[in-house]
Protein backbone atom coordinates (compact mmCIF):
# COMPACT_ATOMS: atom_id res chain seq x y z
CA UNK A 1 0.00 0.00 0.00
CA UNK A 2 1.24 3.39 -0.84
CA UNK A 3 2.51 5.56 2.01
CA UNK A 4 -0.05 8.04 1.83
CA UNK A 5 -2.66 5.36 2.03
CA UNK A 6 -1.09 3.23 4.91
CA UNK A 7 -1.08 5.95 7.40
CA UNK A 8 -4.96 6.70 7.10
CA UNK A 9 -5.81 3.40 7.45
CA UNK A 10 -6.54 1.55 11.04
CA UNK A 11 -4.41 -1.64 11.35
CA UNK A 12 -7.25 -3.61 11.49
CA UNK A 13 -8.22 -1.98 8.16
CA UNK A 14 -4.85 -2.59 6.62
CA UNK A 15 -4.89 -6.10 7.88
CA UNK A 16 -8.42 -6.44 6.35
CA UNK A 17 -7.65 -5.52 2.79
CA UNK A 18 -4.28 -7.36 2.97
CA UNK A 19 -6.52 -10.83 3.81
CA UNK A 20 -9.09 -9.98 1.00
CA UNK A 21 -6.36 -8.94 -1.19
CA UNK A 22 -4.54 -12.52 -0.16
CA UNK A 23 -7.86 -14.17 -0.70
CA UNK A 24 -9.03 -13.43 -4.35
CA UNK A 25 -5.09 -13.59 -5.18
CA UNK A 26 -5.60 -10.19 -6.84
CA UNK A 27 -4.33 -6.50 -5.88
CA UNK A 28 -6.44 -3.86 -4.56
CA UNK A 29 -5.66 -0.11 -6.07
CA UNK A 30 -7.27 2.53 -3.69
CA UNK A 31 -8.67 5.55 -5.59
CA UNK A 32 -11.25 8.88 -4.06
CA UNK A 33 -10.74 11.12 -0.91
CA UNK A 34 -8.59 8.31 0.68
CA UNK A 35 -5.59 9.29 -1.81
CA UNK A 36 -6.83 13.09 -1.31
CA UNK A 37 -7.20 15.97 1.17
CA UNK A 38 -10.86 15.32 1.41
CA UNK A 39 -10.41 11.91 3.49
CA UNK A 40 -12.47 12.24 6.40
CA UNK A 41 -11.42 9.53 8.74
CA UNK A 42 -14.71 7.32 9.77
CA UNK A 43 -16.75 8.88 7.40
CA UNK A 44 -15.63 8.48 4.47
CA UNK A 45 -15.65 5.11 2.66
CA UNK A 46 -13.14 3.87 0.95
CA UNK A 47 -13.21 3.43 -2.70
CA UNK A 48 -11.06 0.33 -4.12
CA UNK A 49 -10.89 -1.05 -7.88
CA UNK A 50 -10.20 -4.86 -8.37
CA UNK A 51 -8.96 -5.73 -12.03
CA UNK A 52 -9.38 -9.33 -13.08
CA UNK A 53 -9.98 -11.72 -16.10
CA UNK A 54 -12.62 -12.99 -14.83
CA UNK A 55 -15.62 -10.46 -13.35
CA UNK A 56 -17.78 -13.26 -12.45
CA UNK A 57 -15.39 -15.26 -10.37
CA UNK A 58 -13.70 -12.60 -8.57
CA UNK A 59 -17.34 -11.45 -7.70
CA UNK A 60 -18.10 -14.88 -6.27
CA UNK A 61 -14.91 -14.67 -3.86
CA UNK A 62 -16.36 -11.23 -2.52
CA UNK A 63 -19.39 -12.39 -2.18
CA UNK A 64 -17.93 -15.54 -0.17
CA UNK A 65 -15.19 -13.78 1.86
CA UNK A 66 -17.39 -10.83 2.70
CA UNK A 67 -20.82 -12.84 3.11
CA UNK A 68 -22.26 -10.64 0.54
CA UNK A 69 -25.20 -11.67 -2.24
CA UNK A 70 -24.20 -11.37 -6.20
CA UNK A 71 -27.18 -8.78 -6.08
CA UNK A 72 -24.91 -6.81 -3.87
CA UNK A 73 -23.06 -5.88 -6.96
CA UNK A 74 -24.19 -4.24 -10.07
CA UNK A 75 -23.42 -3.44 -13.29
CA UNK A 76 -21.75 -0.13 -13.82
CA UNK A 77 -20.57 2.00 -16.77
CA UNK A 78 -17.49 3.90 -16.04
CA UNK A 79 -17.40 7.08 -18.58
CA UNK A 80 -13.75 8.18 -19.19
CA UNK A 81 -13.59 11.15 -21.88
CA UNK A 82 -15.52 9.08 -24.76
CA UNK A 83 -15.13 5.44 -23.86
CA UNK A 84 -17.41 3.60 -21.77
CA UNK A 85 -15.73 0.96 -19.36
CA UNK A 86 -17.85 -1.85 -17.82
CA UNK A 87 -17.56 -3.51 -14.82
CA UNK A 88 -19.35 -3.95 -11.46
CA UNK A 89 -19.88 -1.76 -7.99
CA UNK A 90 -20.55 -3.08 -4.90
CA UNK A 91 -20.26 -2.53 -1.37
CA UNK A 92 -19.51 -3.39 2.24
CA UNK A 93 -19.84 -2.63 5.54
CA UNK A 94 -18.59 -3.37 8.82
CA UNK A 95 -19.48 -0.71 11.01
CA UNK A 96 -17.84 -2.13 14.46
CA UNK A 97 -14.44 -2.27 12.68
CA UNK A 98 -15.24 1.06 10.85
CA UNK A 99 -14.69 -0.63 7.24
CA UNK A 100 -17.16 1.31 4.80
CA UNK A 101 -15.76 0.04 1.18
CA UNK A 102 -16.98 0.79 -1.95
CA UNK A 103 -15.87 -1.71 -4.56
CA UNK A 104 -15.33 -1.20 -8.52
CA UNK A 105 -14.55 -4.65 -10.37
CA UNK A 106 -13.17 -4.08 -13.88
CA UNK A 107 -11.73 -6.41 -16.63
CA UNK A 108 -8.24 -6.36 -16.98
CA UNK A 109 -8.29 -4.99 -20.62
CA UNK A 110 -10.03 -1.53 -18.55
CA UNK A 111 -7.00 -1.02 -16.49
CA UNK A 112 -4.76 1.61 -17.79
CA UNK A 113 -7.33 4.05 -18.86
CA UNK A 114 -9.23 3.42 -15.15
CA UNK A 115 -6.33 3.53 -13.46
CA UNK A 116 -5.30 6.67 -15.55
CA UNK A 117 -8.38 8.30 -15.14
CA UNK A 118 -8.16 8.39 -11.21
CA UNK A 119 -4.81 9.44 -11.22
CA UNK A 120 -5.42 12.51 -12.65
CA UNK A 121 -8.79 13.03 -10.32
CA UNK A 122 -6.07 12.84 -7.45
CA UNK A 123 -4.78 16.39 -7.44
CA UNK A 124 -7.75 18.81 -6.91
CA UNK A 125 -7.40 22.82 -6.88
CA UNK A 126 -7.36 23.72 -3.69
CA UNK A 127 -11.01 25.26 -3.92
CA UNK A 128 -12.55 22.39 -5.03
CA UNK A 129 -10.81 20.50 -1.92
CA UNK A 130 -12.26 22.98 0.39
CA UNK A 131 -15.60 23.27 -1.16
CA UNK A 132 -15.93 19.19 -0.78
CA UNK A 133 -14.86 19.88 2.95
CA UNK A 134 -17.54 22.33 3.59
CA UNK A 135 -19.90 19.82 2.05
CA UNK A 136 -18.81 16.93 3.67
CA UNK A 137 -18.83 18.69 6.92
CA UNK A 138 -22.17 19.14 6.16
CA UNK A 139 -23.51 16.23 5.22
CA UNK A 140 -21.07 14.25 8.42
CA UNK A 141 -21.29 16.11 11.06
CA UNK A 142 -24.23 18.86 10.78
CA UNK A 143 -26.47 16.69 8.85
CA UNK A 144 -28.20 19.37 7.32
CA UNK A 145 -27.91 18.49 3.60
CA UNK A 146 -29.39 14.86 2.90
CA UNK A 147 -27.22 12.68 0.98
CA UNK A 148 -28.60 13.05 -2.46
CA UNK A 149 -27.94 16.72 -2.35
CA UNK A 150 -24.34 15.84 -0.58
CA UNK A 151 -23.86 13.23 -4.13
CA UNK A 152 -25.19 15.84 -6.52
CA UNK A 153 -22.58 18.50 -4.44
CA UNK A 154 -20.03 16.09 -4.55
CA UNK A 155 -20.40 15.42 -8.59
CA UNK A 156 -20.61 19.14 -9.61
CA UNK A 157 -17.18 19.67 -8.01
CA UNK A 158 -15.41 16.64 -8.90
CA UNK A 159 -17.30 16.14 -12.37
CA UNK A 160 -17.32 18.88 -15.29
CA UNK A 161 -20.65 20.70 -13.93
CA UNK A 162 -22.04 17.50 -12.50
CA UNK A 163 -21.45 15.16 -15.73
CA UNK A 164 -22.12 11.88 -14.27
CA UNK A 165 -19.18 9.22 -14.54
CA UNK A 166 -20.39 6.25 -13.09
CA UNK A 167 -24.21 4.89 -13.99
CA UNK A 168 -25.51 1.78 -12.22
CA UNK A 169 -27.55 -0.40 -14.59
CA UNK A 170 -30.06 -2.99 -13.04
CA UNK A 171 -29.15 -6.30 -13.39
Given at each position: MEDKI???LTEYQKDFFDKLSVYIDKP??????????????GKSDIDIDIFTDNESSTISM????????????RKSLYKINSKMVYGYKGNYEDELNNIKVEISIYNNKYKYIV???QEDSRILPLYVTILLLIVKFL???LGV???????????Y???NG????FILVDN
Open positions: NKRIYFYGSINRNDYLPLCTYLNLNKSSFLQDFYNISKQTYAKCKRLMNGELK
